[in-house]
């Protein structure tokens, strides 16, 4: 997650990864890989003598912004040790926080105005067990 | 995250998670443990003689609900061979995928639309220095 935020900050090449990160080299080779083989980023070359290649973030990556940008408020509500980041909206000019909302009413998202159809079967189960237990 | 969702089903027992999850026991209690001392969920005494605890969700952990959502939205677009989840949003009764838009204007955000201000100086140095060694 912190290699994708850096991606979108702009770094693309492993040493400059590493320095932004501080983590040993072979734990970052290997998220890295990670992270190319789930499509996230991919491997461009950008010389060939010697070859070398930086990493880029697809468009399966860049999807993912929903996601580190609701994390991103939520670690600025709950985490306030960490460093705020401001997220700039280009489209309005303002600083703002992610909010999700529902894509038919447009209505904020709540964890009371929520529920999941079909709950998988073993929770179900699992569920009902509990409450018969209660009873 | 695969925990936090079991629970938001409705499960709180740690025998449930087990067989929900199916994952070892030592790994369950380690991953349970790492989450109350995240503050995400916390253990409730559900009988006492013996005595056993329950894992519930606090506040801080339903506050996560749009980062799972979101990524419960790009699992489905990006992910087919998971089992595709329906999220009810209750207020209008509709299956819906969650949508991040901005709090000010209340368009929909993208990788396009959005900047970082201020880069941290790290990450403007080494982006820099890539910019000038490209020039």
Redesign the interface.
């Known amino acids: 997650m912190l290699i994708l935020r850096?991606a979108?900050?702009?770094?693309?090449?492993f040493d400059?990864f590493q320095?932004?990160l501080g983590i040993a080299r072979n734990i970052l080779t290997s998220r890295l890989k990670g992270l190319v083989e789930a499509?996230i980023m991919r491997k461009v070359p950008y010389q060939t003598h010697p070859l070398r290649h930086e990493y880029r973030?697809t468009e399966?990556g860049?999807?993912?912004?929903?996601?580190i940008?609701?994390?991103l408020?939520?670690g600025d509500?709950?985490e306030s040790k960490d460093?705020p980041?401001?997220?700039?909206?280009?489209?309005?000019g303002?600083?703002?926080?992610?909010?999700?909302?529902?894509?038919?009413?447009?209505?904020e998202?709540?964890?009371?105005?929520?529920?999941?159809?079909?709950?998988?079967q073993?929770?179900q189960e699992?569920?009902t067990?509990?409450r018969l237990a209660k009873a």
């Open positions: 850096d979108f900050y702009g770094i693309r090449r400059d320095s932004s499509g973030v399966k860049r999807d993912l912004i929903p996601v940008t609701t994390l408020a939520w509500k709950w460093v980041v401001t997220l700039i909206h280009k489209d309005c303002e600083a703002m926080h992610a909010k999700v909302v529902c894509d038919h009413c447009s209505k998202l709540t964890a009371f105005n929520l529920s999941i159809d079909p709950i998988p073993v929770v699992r569920v067990a509990t």
